[in-house]
């Protein structure tokens, strides 16, 4: 075995101890050594969920949202007169208690290095030795093995136990050299999720709103009679496992949104003329099958695009129509903001759970048009320069 394999090992017994009894722990997670690898130690044993968590976003939390975070701590922790006086650790960890719960842990010295490499990779340095070896620190900070099976596996007020590791599955193999084994329903329960998955209130009662998923699936999927949880779709179905595919994923797109198009070929005329002119009458259906409303998550960037175009023969563009499906939010002044710190309120334009949404569109083409292509395209677009194409429909009208 080799030494970091060993490390792992060992570093995975030291932090298997629950939040309440962890007086002394603050003291372990000092450095960088002290969190390197923790995840690896799982692997010696569960090498292929190991695999899967790694092709995760769960595996990288902290990094994939270093732009958010990195504007939290600069504009939020530093320039905010109130937050800048204000403990630091109790301030990250309204960010950190999702995207790296283990910080809990770590003493203030710690928190400081981590502060300084968020900084330095999510800004513009032009130290790129720097920037790499900062990322390379957060890289280890994610929501890892130890993040669900034993901080998080217990429904508060409980706490999990020392050495433990809580899952849903058959525990019959019972405890092994490593860590003991717990079965608890918890973490087949769509709440288990909802932890991190919907608006966090911190433990001074500041609600910050990184997502409203939780929400979502609770007031209008399960509401409106959904019935299957997080799990059933983002693990058990198609042996997803512990890679959890999101809004990242087409597959998971194409599953989540449905698009019809339907298309009727019509003559109109100007009031007073008497030239027929080539329209259509254009119906676009998109249904939401997914457990929650689209867009979410990173709802401050994310939008579901719908395009419609109608090209002559010759595949130039005659007409066309856009529409955009977003959750702009709004910060207590109601001013639109872009940072889930400053976020307080939501304005509620995406796709909802188990709906059809209809767009109907009158287009009328130029009047020698003899036959013109109509296409729909659904896409998502997490931000600028990230777009996923997700379905497209076409029809062909001709005119006599």
């Given amino acids: 075995m080799n030494r970091y ?19 002394g722990l603050a003291d372990k997670i000092d450095k960088e050594q002290d969190i390197q690898n923790s995840s690896e130690a799982c692997a010696s044993c ?24 990195y504007s939290y701590i600069v504009d939020g922790i530093e320039r905010d007169p109130v937050r800048k006086g204000l403990p630091l650790r109790t301030e990250l960890m309204k960010c950190l208690t999702c995207h790296a719960p283990v910080m809990e842990y770590a003493s203030e010295k710690f928190v400081r290095e981590v502060v300084d490499a968020i ?21 280890h900070l994610n929501v890892s093995c130890y993040t669900c099976h034993n901080m998080k596996a217990v429904p508060p007020p409980n706490t999990p136990e020392k050495q433990t590791v809580y899952g849903p599955g058959n525990v019959s193999k019972g405890n092994t050299t490593y860590h003991n084994v717990k079965k608890t329903t918890y973490l087949d329960n769509a709440i288990f999720c909802m932890q991190c998955h919907g608006v966090y209130t911190a433990p001074d009662s500041e609600r910050i709103i990184c997502s409203t998923i939780a929400q979502s699936y609770r007031d209008q999927y399960v509401a409106a009679g ?6 059933e779709c983002h693990m058990r179905k198609n042996n997803r496992g512990h890679t959890f595919p999101g809004a990242y994923v087409p597959d998971m797109l194409k599953e989540g949104m449905l698009l019809e198009l339907n298309a009727r070929a019509f003559k109109s005329q100007s009031y007073g003329e008497k ?19 689209v867009p979410d998550g990173c709802m401050w960037t994310s939008r579901v695009l ?6 002559d023969e010759n595949d130039k563009v005659i007409w066309s129509a ?3 499906f977003f959750e702009p939010g709004l910060d207590i002044e109601g001013n639109r903001r872009y940072d889930t710190w400053e976020i307080k309120d939501i304005l509620d334009y995406s796709l909802q759970p188990r709906m059809t949404t209809t767009e109907k569109y009158y287009a009328v083409f130029p009047e020698h048009e003899k036959l013109v292509k109509i296409e729909a395209k659904l896409a998502y677009i997490h931000k600028d320069g990230l777009e996923f194409p997700v379905h497209s429909e076409r029809k062909v009208l001709k005119y006599n």
């Fill in 119 to 139: 900084k330095l990779a999510g800004g513009k340095s032009a130290n790129p030795e720097g920037k790499k070896k900062a990322k390379d620190l957060l890289s």
């Fill in 306 to 311: 719908l395009t419609v175009t109608a090209t």
């Fill in 275 to 293: 030239k027929w002119i080539p329209a259509a009458a254009i119906t676009v259906d998109i249904t939401n099958k997914a457990g929650h409303r």
């Fill in 322 to 324: 856009k529409k955009e």
């Fill in 46 to 69: 569960h090498g292929e969920v190991s695999m899967q968590w790694k092709m995760s976003v769960h595996s990288s939390s902290l990094l994939h949202s270093i732009d958010g975070i």
């Fill in 5 to 23: 394999l060993m490390l792992a090992l060992m570093l995975n017994l030291l932090l298997m101890v629950a939040p309440g009894s962890a007086v």
């Fill in 226 to 231: 959904g019935q299957t949880n997080c799990q």
